[in-house]
């Protein structure tokens, strides 16, 4: 799998996850949700930090603001790092399926650097309202933009039984987090590398010339 096939397919996966987030932004109104079956639903959230909207100001003491921007120039390294590492397995001609799950795991890195880096500048705030794309008054600016979520698999919604030790009367949901198409991308390229790590990480063959009949012809001439 070279270049020719592995830009297109980048192409197409930030294409349809910036127009699902771009499409939820200026239809849904911040927390709005809507089921499409019993177990999946369309729920908008924004996440200003990392995996799981983890911050940085919760475990370092710095300001959220702070906190974002190291984060999003943090991300561009890393894309920047994901990308020479495409790069050289393709020049190195490595195997298909390992060059496929960089190439998803390049492209959902990108798709949620653009919201990180560009969405602050572009929207207006989706709190109680719908947001417009290109507002004269954003809610944010270059580097501070918020990832937008909107997947939601709540397969098992149930409360644990009063009997449970320390659970008892919680609350249980499986699976809890609200995701996108790009971390959908990123999951898929790292559960390919741990699954296909023998089939991704092998070396690759090299053709060997055909020494059996040379030797042959050197056995009956000598």
Known sequence: MGLKKSIPLIILIL???QLSKFYIKTNFVLGESID????FKILFIENEGAAWGAK???ILPIS???GKLVLTVFRLFAIV???YWLYDIIKK?????????VSLIFAGALGNILDSVFYGMIFDSSSGQVATLFADEPY???FYGKVVDMLYFPMIDTTWPE?????????FRFFEPVFNLADMAISTGVGILIVFNKRAFGQKEIDRPNTVGHNDYLETNE
């Open 93 to 101: 001609q490595s195997s298909k399926i390992y060059v496929l799950a």
């Open 56 to 58: 940085l100001s919760d």
């Open 140 to 142: 944010g600016s270059v």
């Open 163 to 171: 009997w449970m030790p320390f659970f008892g009367g919680d609350r």
């Open 36 to 39: 499409v079956f019993s177990w």
């Open 64 to 66: 959220d603001s702070v």
């Open 15 to 17: 294409f349809i996850d």
């Open 81 to 83: 790092g994901i990308g």
